[in-house]
């Protein structure tokens, strides 16, 4: 028989081993009900992703633009389940220690959590960071690492900076 890929979501959840499927449907529910309605939730990179829609973001993902840009997702693996958020790569020390202090042991690569039970997630740090992302701030992080800024220079839309400049060195030697 061949192994068959899921398209839609639905699919993805009934191949899930039910021994898993709460937890991912668990995770599922704290994306849906924290995230910018302008993110769509389908399938992408083999799981359950959180994208912006080339309705929205016509360049798509850098990677491949056929695919829209990525923010985060949720899959399956075959010794344990991830939660992707690709809006904290490159600038996760403060949901690092937001999650310490919950007192759950943090498994994590540049912006993939590992998990084997919903227990071993801080599902409210999740919620948290998922809902202080909305769409146009994800792009302008997203659009200015890809010009080269570094990720603590492309936190926040210009509207939300200070708008204040440093002085010069020149002038701060005078």
Same mark, same amino acid.
């Given at each position: ?16 081993? %039910? ?51 990525? +923010? ?20 996760? %020390? ?20 590992? +998990? ?21 701030? +994800? ?36």
């Amino acid at each position: 028989m061949p192994d068959i890929k899921p398209t839609t979501v639905e699919q993805y959840l009934k191949a899930v081993p %039910e021994d898993r499927r709460a937890a991912i449907q668990a995770v599922r529910e704290v994306f849906r009900k924290n995230l910018d309605p302008k993110y769509e939730e389908g399938i992408q990179y083999g799981g359950i992703g959180y994208y912006i829609p080339h309705s929205i973001y016509p360049a798509g993902y850098h990677c491949d633009p056929k695919q829209p840009l990525p +923010f985060g997702g949720i899959a399956n693996r075959k010794g344990y389940m991830t939660v992707g958020l690709f809006c904290i790569y490159g600038r996760s %020390e403060d949901f690092k220690k937001r999650w310490v202090k919950t007192g759950k042991k943090l498994d994590m690569g540049a912006g993939c959590i590992r +998990f084997k039970k919903l227990d071993d997630l801080a599902l409210d740090v999740l919620a948290e960071t998922i809902r202080k992302i909305p769409v146009s701030e +994800f792009i302008y992080y997203y659009e200015n690492v890809m010009r080269g800024a570094s990720h603590k220079d492309a936190r926040k839309p210009s509207g939300m900076r200070p708008t204040a400049k440093k002085p010069s060195r020149k002038a701060r030697k005078k």
